[in-house]
């Protein structure tokens, strides 16, 4: 008895003590995690640019990308121009239950119709509910951020030409070449 009560009173003390520390966990769902820029949370469609190429269902290494469409004629605008035909998407969907998220499907895309969003929370209690359509993929669009800035471009020939000219002596940091291999810094 005396044992089980020890017990409890260090159990008590314990919770007291933690109870004015700072929680290290994440409060999530309370507390958003703050994501990096770039996390691969979920495929998002930008139907507009989208030509059904079928480019990323064919490097999709899950094959589980599925798109549906059909052609359509456009008359020409100036007399005497010729008719054209384009692709109409009718259907575009990605089963998440089966991507792996490598990226092959956004990599590939000749007409940026395809982006990463950070948006992670569509789980679901059924596997099945995981086969997304084009609607869905399209309201994730607005939740991507903005592409990073580029590198600074150098704009001064001087510069470029003396990094890339060969150097007439040895860098500063390069080893001496008399030094004792063996011997350590
Ligand atoms: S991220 Fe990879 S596995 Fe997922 S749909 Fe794109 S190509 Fe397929
Ligand atoms: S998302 Fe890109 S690669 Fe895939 S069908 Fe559309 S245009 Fe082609």
């Known amino acids: 008895m005396s044992t089980f009560l020890s017990g409890l009173a260090k159990g008590m003390a314990t919770t007291a003590r933690t109870m004015t520390q700072h929680a290290h966990t994440q409060q999530y769902p309370h507390v ?9 949370g979920v495929i998002a469609l ?3 640019n989208c030509t059904s190429c079928m480019l ?27 008719a054209r035909q384009h ?30 969003s950070p948006e992670f929370e569509y789980s679901e209690t059924d596997i099945r509910n995981l086969l997304h359509e084009k609607d869905k993929l399209g309201e994730w669009m607005p939740t991507v951020p903005p592409p990073e800035a580029t590198a600074v471009i150098a704009t001064d020939v ?19 070449v008399d030094a004792d291999p063996g011997e350590t810094p």
């Open 56 to 82: 990323c269902a064919r490097e999709c290494p899950d094959w589980c990308i599925y798109i549906d469409s059909h052609k359509e004629t456009v008359e020409p605008g100036p007399e005497g121009g010729r």
């Open 87 to 116: 692709n109409v998407l009718d259907r575009f969907a990605i089963d998440f239950s089966l991507c792996m998220y490598c990226g092959i499907c956004i990599d590939v895309c000749p007409f940026d119709a395809l982006f990463w």
């Open 158 to 176: 001087t510069a470029v030409a003396a990094s890339t000219a060969a150097p007439d002596s040895a860098p500063v940091d390069s080893p001496a």
């Open 46 to 48: 930008l139907e507009e």
């Open 32 to 40: 958003h995690p703050d994501l990096p820029n770039r996390s691969r």
